[in-house]
């Protein structure tokens, strides 16, 4: 690494990407650290499968510990299903509450902006 690069003074070191950092690891011995190290897809794509993963035992120990069969009625329908199905089917029905109203809050805002640059932004108030 030279000395002078990014319109540094001579003798100073400047701050760049591939700058490397030195620490003491394990029993002492000294490593290199690359400093600012940018992230990528593919290490946002392992850390959203290591999440998934992690859930998804979790998921299945739910399931294995509630076997248990309820009743359920709803309207005039009735019927009996394990636990952990009626919690996970509730949870999805929520989560599909939550996305709808979502992507109606999404579309309301885009509308909006669209309508801001169409007609200006002096007569269009934001959306309530």
Known sequence: ????????????????????????????HKRSIKANVPHTRIGAAWATVTVAVVLGIA????IAENTRSVRIDFFSSSGHIPVAVALLVAAVAGAFVVLAIGVARTTQLRLAVRHRKQYGAADSSPPT
Do not use: C, K, Y
Not at 59 to 62: A, E, G, P, V, Y
């Open 1 to 28: 690494m030279s000395d002078v690069s990014d319109g540094a003074e001579p003798g100073e070191q400047a701050n760049t990407r591939n700058e490397v950092e030195h620490a003491r690891g394990w029993f002492g």
């Open 59 to 62: 998921l299945i120990d739910f």
